[in-house]
């Protein structure tokens, strides 16, 4: 299944100042982080980040945290530990349109919520932070897409250990460029060129 931009969700997990110096490829890492977020805003796509332990570990990035609706501080490796899974479900919409005072059998039922849609996630350290927020959502039952070239452990058999887990757990595994062109669907799209600018 295709990423759809007008369902998704972005996730941006621990780019910290502290932490990124000692992540393996971690200029890479945090650049292709640095496009996701910024192809996010261009498409309309809310951006949402975590920091784990600032007070130790420093803030994230100031370019993400800068493109970021909020940012979540945590001490749990899961996000969805702290409140995440709130930020990210669509609340239930009011019934609309009854009289309290009806009878039960003449109300109109009241509206579920939205689909969450799909949650894009990248971030550090994959094996932890990372892993343990995606596998969260997951049972949770949201859709979760791990950007694989934007995420990052200090070693690369970490890192790759995460990927190999979560795509045993359901996560789909895509890298940045899949998730701009999904988003994207056409060369006609109105912010093509922009995008396009950031990924070439």
Same mark, same amino acid.
């Given at each position: 299944?295709?990423?759809?931009?007008?369902?998704?969700?972005? $996730?941006? $997990?621990?780019?910290?100042?502290?932490?990124?110096?000692? !992540?393996?490829? =971690?200029?890479?890492?945090?650049?292709?982080?640095?496009?996701?977020?910024?192809?996010? *805003?261009?498409?309309?796509?809310? $951006?949402?980040?975590? #920091?784990?332990?600032?007070?130790?570990?420093?803030?994230?990035?100031?370019?993400?945290?800068?493109?970021?609706?909020? &940012?979540?501080?945590?001490?749990?490796?899961? @996000?969805?530990?702290?409140?995440?899974?709130?930020?990210?479900?669509?609340?239930? *919409?009011?019934?609309?349109?009854?009289?309290?005072?009806?009878?039960? %059998?003449?109300?109109?039922?009241?509206? #579920?919520?939205?689909?969450?849609?799909? !949650?894009? !996630?990248? =971030?550090?350290?994959? %094996?932890?932070?990372?892993?343990? &927020?995606?596998?969260?959502?997951?049972?949770?039952?949201?859709?979760?897409? $791990?950007? &694989?070239?934007?995420? @990052?452990?200090?070693?690369?058999?970490?890192?790759?250990?995460?990927?190999?887990?979560?795509?045993?757990?359901?996560?789909?595994?895509?890298? &940045?460029?899949?998730?701009?062109?999904?988003?994207?669907?056409?060369?006609?799209?109105?912010?093509? *060129?922009?995008?396009?600018?950031? !990924?070439?």
């Amino acid at each position: 299944m295709l990423l759809d931009a007008s369902a998704s969700q972005l $996730v941006l $997990v621990d780019y910290q100042l502290r932490l990124m110096p000692a !992540i393996f490829e =971690g200029p890479a890492v945090l650049a292709n982080a640095q496009r996701l977020a910024q192809i996010a *805003k261009l498409l309309g796509v809310p $951006v949402w980040g975590t #920091e784990q332990n600032p007070s130790r570990l420093g803030e994230n990035d100031p370019v993400l945290r800068g493109l970021c609706r909020k &940012t979540l501080s945590k001490m749990h490796f899961s @996000g969805v530990e702290e409140g995440l899974g709130e930020w990210l479900r669509p609340p239930a *919409k009011a019934p609309q349109g009854n009289a309290r005072s009806l009878p039960k %059998h003449l109300q109109k039922a009241a509206a #579920e919520a939205e689909e969450p849609g799909s !949650i894009v !996630i990248a =971030g550090c350290e994959a %094996h932890v932070c990372l892993l343990q &927020t995606a596998l969260d959502l997951l049972e949770d039952e949201f859709d979760v897409c $791990v950007v &694989t070239d934007a995420c @990052g452990s200090r070693t690369e058999r970490n890192r790759d250990a995460a990927f190999d887990r979560l795509a045993g757990a359901g996560a789909e595994l895509v890298t &940045t460029e899949m998730v701009a062109f999904e988003w994207l669907r056409t060369a006609e799209h109105a912010q093509f *060129k922009a995008v396009h600018a950031l !990924i070439k």
